[in-house]
């Protein structure tokens, strides 16, 4: 099946357009109309799933006949499907299921497979296939388009950018519906539509699962109110701490889990190889005195936080460790208004801004540390406006704008890394990943002073002021496209690149700075190694936060692959004769 050109459609009063799948045979279509994803005419055109490789026959769900497909798995247009991939789909239609594959492995071609399954099952029923971000629901969207095996299937992209009249038409007409979760959040809230006919939601990138993000509530409503539900998670890193597992487990109702790693013996010779080195790199000594200062003061007001039995003593406090503290505090302040918990937020707000301002210094570079400080007098919160009248603060303020011109070593060793790339494959494509936006904004503009260098920034949506504007949806999507391409042969984004987008041959990924989550981790070497082999290189400042994040993501990794493996040995040793649950599985 050839790929179709993709119409956007722009909705009601609200600024912005919403991805639709349409045949290249059609013109474009009034806004709300369906569009349909339709193979080429080909001799014997098949259906939907294809009546010669499988039974069809009639069944009582209990809410109305539906088909079974009795000889499993569906062709798929263009996709050798690998045996594994087979298994997962075929296990994850008899339970809701989290598959925990590694990136580049194919959980988006499982995720098609049941689909077209449960399509097959119930002829009215619709699939609702969720991602984060935007980029990447139209990446599942186009991917589905160019590879389902199919005579006629409606298809719909909602994005939260056309209005609410043009989402409802689209939802109702059709039976693959690509969005984030907070559009169908929002919409179930407003009684647009029910999902009283999804026979199937997938939710990419499951590990996002928790707290309040929108998932758990479209899990929540949709478990409420389909007549024929099941759930299929997909993600790379579930994460490393047990109570966050189970929380994703228990928001997306899952009783089955399939796992796979790069050393198991069905996916093993599908795995790239990807080498990964790490590099320390020696602050200058400008840099150094002004964190000494930064460290002074953040240690007086972590002193102040132990001598109130807020914080252990005799550890390392964390940015982790903080901000569980302000939740507790604000917990506190809801139910008594004691005087010392005003005084505790105080300190333990400033604590945070202090380990931001050390974190930029260390590992960004002193010209945002200089940005940041700055805007300390004007901010709105008390806190900061305290911090800024600090002597020490000012100090280091005063001593940052006189190193404005110092830039940070790891400027010129990115700078080294990306010429040593092109000089050994001039074709070759990097992606570079940092924590923050300005960040970026630098990085392209020093890269683009070398040679042969085409570098690109890739942000997400947001406009926090006139100087850090976000991208319309329509830029994100032609830079992806342009990087693909080749017209750019550098992309350097923030966490939104790190999940889920497909770029084939990224030949090198470099981390601007160590990350201390596991998951942001994993799901950035993930963008190297799809289809060849791929280079990983982590850039940390010596001595500094850099090197305790790489510490503490490779312990945080480690454990995770330890949950993993504990659920594939209980899960083989003997067949299941109940539905199970994460409990079985994770050892205390």
């Known amino acids: 099946m050839s790929a179709k050109p993709e119409r956007e459609v722009k909705g009601g009063s609200q600024s912005g357009l919403s991805g639709r799948l349409e045949s290249a045979e059609q013109p474009p279509q009034p806004r709300g109309e369906r569009t349909t994803l339709r193979p080429e005419k080909q001799q014997g055109s098949h259906l939907l799933l294809r009546k010669s ?40 239609l008899e339970s809701n299921t989290l598959v925990v594959l590694p990136t580049g492995l194919g959980k988006t071609v499982v995720a098609l497979l049941v689909a077209v399954e449960r399509l097959g099952m119930f002829p009215d029923g619709k699939v609702l296939v969720l991602a984060p971000t935007r980029p990447l629901v139209l990446q599942h969207a186009r991917f589905f388009k160019e590879h389902l095996a199919g005579d006629e299937v409606s298809s719909a992209t909602m994005t939260g950018e056309s209005s609410p009249e043009v989402r409802r038409a689209l939802f109702e007409e059709s039976r693959l519906v690509f969005a984030t979760p907070e559009v169908i959040r929002n919409d179930v809230h407003e009684h647009r539509y029910t999902l009283t006919t999804v026979c199937l939601v997938v939710f990419d990138e499951a590990h996002r699962c928790v707290k309040e993000y929108a998932y758990s509530e479209v899990a929540e409503a949709y478990r ?178 006189s190193l404005v011109e110092v830039e940070h070593p790891k400027q010129a060793r990115l700078r080294e890394l990306v010429t040593q790339q092109l000089d050994a494959n001039p074709d070759s494509k990097l992606i570079v990943f940092t924590q923050f ?52 042969n550098v992309l350097v984004t923030t966490s939104i690149g ?55 993501s490779r312990r945080k990794e480690q454990k995770m692959h330890h949950l993993l493996e504990t659920v594939k040995r209980r899960s083989l040793k003997s067949p299941r004769k109940r539905k199970t649950t994460l409990l079985d599985y994770i050892e205390p």
């Open 224 to 401: 409420r109110e389909a007549l024929n539900r099941l759930i299929l998670g997909l993600t790379a890193s579930p994460s490393a701490r047990r109570d966050r597992v189970l929380e994703i487990c228990g928001k997306l109702a899952i009783e089955n889990i399939e796992a796979r790693s790069e050393t198991d013996e069905d996916v093993a010779r599908y795995v790239k190889s990807v080498s990964l080195s790490w590099e320390r790199i020696a602050l200058p000594e400008g840099y150094r005195d002004v964190s000494r200062i930064l460290h002074d003061v953040l240690g007086e007001k972590v002193e102040k936080l132990r001598r109130m039995h807020l914080l252990p003593r005799d550890v390392t406090v964390t940015k982790r460790m903080l901000l569980d503290l302000g939740e507790t505090l604000h917990r506190r302040l809801a139910s008594r208004r004691a005087g010392y918990l005003f005084g505790a937020m105080l300190l333990q707000s400033q604590a945070i801004s202090l380990q931001h301002a050390i974190e930029l210094v260390e590992t960004q570079g002193i010209s945002s540390l200089t940005k940041y400080l700055s805007r300390l007098p004007e901010s709105k919160t008390r806190s900061s406006r305290t911090l800024a009248n600090d002597p020490r603060i000012i100090d280091a303020l005063e001593r940052s704008e």
């Open 498 to 552: 790190e999940e889920g987008l497909h770029v084939p041959d990224v030949h090198h990924v470099i981390f601007y700075e160590a990350v201390p989550s596991e998951i942001r981790s994993i799901q950035r070497r993930g963008r190297t190694g799809r289809t060849s082999v791929g280079k990983v290189t982590v850039l940390m400042a010596e001595g500094t936060v850099d090197e305790a994040y790489y510490y503490s």
């Open 53 to 92: 490789h499988q039974e069809v026959r009639g069944v009582s769900s209990g809410h109305g006949s539906r088909s079974e497909c009795v000889n499993i798995m569906p062709h798929l247009d263009g996709i050798e499907v690998r045996e594994y991939q087979r298994a997962i789909a075929k296990s994850a």
């Open 437 to 488: 936006r300005d960040t970026v904004e630098r990085i392209v503009e020093n890269l683009n002073r070398v040679g042969r260098v085409s570098a690109v920034r890739f942000v997400g949506q947001a406009t926090r002021d006139p100087e850090d504007a976000g991208l319309k949806q329509s830029e994100q999507v032609k830079i992806l496209e342009e990087f693909r391409s080749g017209r750019f």
